[in-house]
């Protein structure tokens, strides 16, 4: 049952046609468009790099690419994948677009600072395509010192540049979230009756402006460094090699957790959904997500157990570990509970859903593997590691991001897209993950170090293994390309609300007027007010 | 029809434990991933929204208190058993951290794109490393340049080298065999390519090894040699005219410092003294001693500090 | 008479658009604090490591510049104190003249700052361009003044950005777009302004006192 009174005004898509509406704009929904665009372009040159990585691998031998060219590869695929499409991947297109929607807001509170987020990321990923386009780096993602300030031969202080500004994006985009959900939520919508998307939303925009500042003074410390000649890195001049780690992680630990944290607000929307059941335990999971991005602060130094810090600094930080494992447990646990006494049905979102639980399950029970000290002396820097992360991080955020894509597209379009084709490519996205990455978890017990192009001839087979998943995966990802854009002209028009799902967004027509809401509703319940009862009696 | 190994093969008593250890993980982490796998399966299918399985929930206060019950039972138990694998791990790696006071010292650098190994009698390896089976080995490693981390699956240890630092990485390989070398921290355009192989050979070969090849002399003879070359004995020697600390007997012990503080003169002092001799200069003395930086190599700073041990029971002007 | 506040599109009313900016601006001061804290973690650690370094280098700068700057930095917290104050109880002319006492010591503040600069030019304490100091721990010593520039550098760009603010919150204010129900550009910048002022309380210290008990 609609609540949209008729007539319809014009849809935020309506509002303008030139190019010049959509790049001056300041409406969050179009923002979220241009985010979108852009992370997806950003997304198909990591993978490029990705696959070009994983041919180079087939053969033990190191002969489709130079060492050099190798060594650029999975530099850009790391600093494209994680600044410019994981970390702003479900924050800047779905936050964007669904943080003022979902708690009964006009727009963020901050709508201009919101357009100058995305032209700082643009900017950012200017520097960082002109330092691939240049002639790339080879440092690795992390840049770690001194061969990034003294060593590497490569356009170490453009790709520096890049992160650094687009850190800004980041910074800005936490700052709005913040402000936008403490000061603007509608009437009745206490913090309690919040979607957790937006609990989720809250912590990832804590753990944006307190960490990336940190980031952003370490890179502006290297470029110095490696352009000056002087600094503090140096051994030479009595600096330290490990000040950088330190430094670096401690950003760096808390963006993963901005990687995975919007995954989990994705995954309680859409669990919830269609099981058609209230979250197992609501007050936990927002308890969860914020214990997650505080505890996320403290545990930087498991990136560190073999290089070189204290065997006492190396115990803390481990018995650190396994406490901030406890909430993301919690919250896998309470997914899976949802599901019981359920109504479920297994359209495509949930399918990348349920997909989700389980391989975020795995990353994340692999990194216990990883927090346990004497283990990860013999795991660090091998394949273990590679594949722990691309579980949570591609198993994980990637599937979610897809789910979100498919579940918000009617909502964010106006159309509905082929739900067949999207399960199909749901299931091929996950058995082609699970070819491409398990076999990494043995390639890294077996000791195959990281960042090598030619392995010794034992380690093929799985390399093999691995790169025909790879192939299946590519197509899983490309797949939505074709439908979802097929959709847009050719797909059935979407009321506001197909899914029947609960949620201030859904009570909007589909796309939303430019500001949301024709009378900004009141709150009188708590989210995730389904009935699987009466939805199984509906059949 | 498995002969695909899990593990590779194990050489010491540390790397079966560090085995066991990953398949407990192995076991904790399946049964926990296949609960959860089997629950979704499970559910979604008993629950599929076109069942008549029993969706009756029981009432508010119930609900909350079973959910209560349930949520500490599923908090309480993983937390215990994931600590305790922690408290393992850590008991291992504590256990394993400091080498046995009786090791056989073996010098590392690592530089781009090659590890040099220099044993004590004076035998040197390029990404070869021979060891006696049956002893503790104690590696005491540097970087030349970048970070590089050596590795050996076999053992199932590494240890991060660092340029301006020495790290320690020790085993005691059981069995003679020959093990993979790696650098695992990533240092450049051949960091692929630097690699090599650990052999261990029964104790006496590897007196016979270190026997064959062209005599050489001992990493502190050579260091000996070094130290008139660079001079260093024209101030710390005996005759010197100039008030520099003596290195008799120096090794090992604590050295007061100008600022007030102490340190125990290890490997790192005698290498920042030579490098940095600003940085730690001893009570009672000008800072007049000037820096090697960019003089001498890494390699050669370690011959002199084997020299320089060996002068640990040595007494005032036994050095000419 | 002041002009009816203008509330944007966003938001409900002229409250709700205020404490939004409040909450903005504080959360934007948190990302500074972390922002500099990183560089004064590097500062710390690199001062564990050669403390002797740092104190000889600490000596070399000029602690009486340092010393005035620091109370003109203090005072023109104070007259941006005083002039949200002022525009707070509407008090328009005050308002504007304590607006710009604040920039004029900021600037002050800068041209003293310059001063010291130049004086470090012509004692050759400059990395990279001209440094020549020889001694005891010349090398600390280097990073040393690396670190004095690169903070006292990057603090007087805030310094500027806040001067910019000031100057264009006192055009504001002298086009009376200020009154006791809408000051919010005044409050922001005096925040934006304290803090730059505590940056600098921490920085002096560990700039110019290092060794001067």
Redesign the interface.
């Known amino acids: 049952m609609s609540s949209v009174p008729l007539p319809l005004p014009r849809s935020y898509l309506e509002e303008g046609f030139s190019l010049w509406s959509w790049l001056a704009t300041i409406d969050h929904k179009r923002i979220a468009i241009l985010y979108a665009i852009s992370i997806t372009l950003f997304f198909f040159a990591g993978g490029i790099a990705a696959t070009l990585i994983r041919m180079e691998l087939i053969t033990p031998a190191g002969d489709l690419v130079s060492a050099d060219t190798y060594n650029k590869l999975f530099t850009m695929h790391g600093v494209i994948m994680v600044w410019f499409f994981l970390i702003p991947s479900i924050p800047s297109t779905f936050g964007n677009f669904l943080v003022p929607l979902m708690i009964g807001a006009r727009d963020l509170a901050f709508p201009r600072l919101n357009l100058a987020s995305w032209y700082l990321y643009i900017a950012g990923g200017l520097f960082t395509v002109g330092a691939l386009v240049a002639g790339g780096v080879d440092t690795g993602w992390t840049f770690y010192t001194p061969y990034s300030t003294m060593f590497s031969n490569t356009h170490v202080i453009a790709a520096v540049c890049g992160v650094f500004v687009v850190g800004f994006s980041s910074i800005l985009t936490g700052m709005n979230f913040i402000v936008t959900i403490h000061k603007m939520r509608a009437p009745g919508m206490t913090w309690f009756r919040l979607p957790l998307f937006i609990w989720s939303m809250y912590a990832t925009s804590i753990i944006f402006v307190l960490a990336t500042p940190v980031l952003a003074m370490t890179l502006f410390l290297v470029a110095i460094e490696r352009f000056a000649g002087v600094g503090v890195f140096d051994p030479a001049l009595g600096g330290d090699p490990l000040l950088f780690q330190h430094l670096f992680w401690f950003y760096s630990h808390p963006a993963v957790y901005v990687m995975i944290l919007p995954a989990m607000g994705v995954a309680s929307e859409i669990i919830t959904c269609y099981a058609r059941k209230n979250i197992f335990a609501y007050r936990s999971m927002a308890f969860a997500v914020l214990a997650i991005a505080i505890v996320g602060f403290l545990v930087w130094g498991h990136h560190m157990f073999v290089s070189g810090q204290s065997i006492y600094a190396g115990m803390v930080f481990s018995i650190l570990t396994f406490l901030v494992a406890i909430p993301s447990a919690i919250k896998v646990f309470n997914w899976t509970a949802t599901l019981y006494k359920g109504s479920i049905r297994f359209d495509a979102p949930m399918l990348y859903l349920l997909g989700f639980v389980g391989l975020f399950t795995i990353g994340g029970m692999t990194g216990l593997f990883l927090a346990s000290l004497a283990l990860d002396v013999h795991l660090h820097d091998t394949y273990f590691v590679i594949a722990h992360f691309h579980y949570i991080m591609v198993g994980g955020s990637v599937m979610a991001f897809l789910g979100a894509v498919h579940y918000w597209w009617p909502k964010i379009t106006g159309r509905l897209y082929p739900d067949r084709w999207a399960r199909f490519a749901a299931i091929t996205v996950f058995v082609g993950f699970n070819l491409t990455f398990f076999p990494q978890f043995l390639l890294g017990y077996l000791g195959m170090p990281r960042r090598y192009h030619e392995y010794p001839p034992e380690f093929q087979v799985l390399n093999v293994l691995s790169s025909a998943g790879a192939s299946v995966l590519a197509a899983g990802y490309l797949l939505p390309l074709f439908y979802l854009l097929w959709s847009l002209r050719y797909g059935p028009r979407a009321g506001p609300n197909p899914w029947r799902a609960t949620g201030l967004e859904w009570q909007t027509a589909s796309p939303p007027p430019v500001t949301n809401f024709a009378t900004i509703p009141v709150v009188t319940a708590p989210p995730y007010q389904y009935s699987p009862l009466e939805d199984a009696r509906r059949g | 029809m498995w002969s ?5 093969p194990a050489d010491s008593s ?1 790397a079966t ?2 085995d066991h ?2 398949y407990a ?1 192995l076991a ?2 399946g049964i ?2 296949f609960a ?2 089997f ?2 399966v499970y ?2 299918a008993k ?11 029981p009432s508010g206060a119930t609900l909350r208190r079973e ?1 209560h019950r ?2 500490i039972a ?2 309480v138990t ?2 215990v058993l ?2 305790g ?2 408290f ?3 008991g ?3 256990a ?2 400091a080498p046995p006071a009786d090791a056989t010292e073996v010098y590392v650098v690592g530089k ?1 794109w090659m590890w040099k190994i220099e044993h004590q009698s004076g035998q040197r390896e390029i990404d070869e490393l021979h060891v006696p089976a049956g002893r503790p080995i104690k590696l005491v490693m540097t970087s030349q ?3 590089h ?1 050596f ?1 050996m ?2 053992f ?5 080298v ?4 020495y ?1 320690v990485l020790w085993f005691t390989a059981d069995h003679a065999g020959e093990y ?1 070398l ?12 630097m ?1 090599g192989r650990v052999v261990v050979l029964a104790p006496a070969a590897f007196e016979r090894w270190l026997a064959s090849g062209n005599a050489s002399p001992s990493m502190a003879e050579e260091g000996k040699a070094r130290f008139r070359q660079y001079g260093c004995s024209g101030c710390h020697g005996a005759s010197a005219s100039v008030h520099a600390p003596k290195l008799e007997g120096l090794f090992g012990r604590r050295v007061q410092l ?2 007030g503080t102490s340190v125990i003169a290890d490997e790192r002092y005698i290498h920042d003294s030579v ?2 001799p ?2 730690d ?1 001893v009570a009672g003395y000008e ?1 007049i001693m000037p820096s090697f ?1 960019g003089q001498i190599a890494e390699e050669d700073l370690l011959e002199i500090i084997a020299y320089v041990k060996s002068l640990r029971d040595a007494k005032p002007g036994d050095i000419r | 008479m002041a002009e009816a506040v203008i509330v944007a599109r966003q938001f409900d009313d002229a409250e709700q658009q205020r404490r939004a900016s409040d909450l903005g601006m504080w959360v934007f001061l948190a990302t500074e604090i972390l922002f500099f804290g990183g560089l004064f973690v590097a500062y710390t650690a690199t001062r564990l490591h050669d403390p002797q370094a740092f104190a000889t280098a600490s000596r070399l700068t000029n602690v009486t510049l340092g010393s005035i700057n620091t109370g003109v930095l203090l005072t023109s917290s104070l007259t941006m104190a005083l002039a949200v104050r002022a525009t707070k109880l509407g008090l328009r002319r005050a308002s504007i003249g304590f607006l710009c006492a604040t920039a004029a010591l900021g600037i002050a503040f800068l041209g003293i700052k310059f001063t010291e600069y130049v004086r470090d030019w012509h004692e050759r304490l400059v990395p990279v361009l001209n440094f020549a100091h020889v001694g005891p721990h010349a090398g600390g010593v280097e990073t040393f003044f690396y670190l004095y520039f690169f903070t006292t550098g990057l603090h007087a760009i805030h310094l500027i950005i806040g001067i910019a603010t000031v100057a264009v919150v006192a055009t504001m204010a002298a086009r009376r777009r200020f009154s006791p129900d809408y000051f919010t550009p005044v409050e922001l910048t005096g925040l934006y302004w304290h803090l730059v002022d505590v940056v600098w309380i921490f920085l002096y210290p560990l700039l110019y006192l290092v060794a001067r008990t």
């Open positions: 695909f190994p899990l593990h590779p540390l434990r560090v250890l990953f993980w904790l982490a926990v991933t959860i796998f629950l979704i559910f979604s629950y599929r929204h076109d069942s008549r399985a029993n969706r009756a929930m959910s349930i949520e599923w908090i993983p937390l994931f600590l694998m922690g393992w791990a850590a291992l790696y504590y394993h951290a781009q340049d970048v970070i981390s590795f699956p076999g199932r240890i590494k240890q991060d660092l340029p301006g630092r790290t993979h790696f650098c695992t921290q990533y240092c450049g355009t051949d960091h692929a390519r690699i100008s600022d490098m940095l600003r940085k200069v800072p930086q």
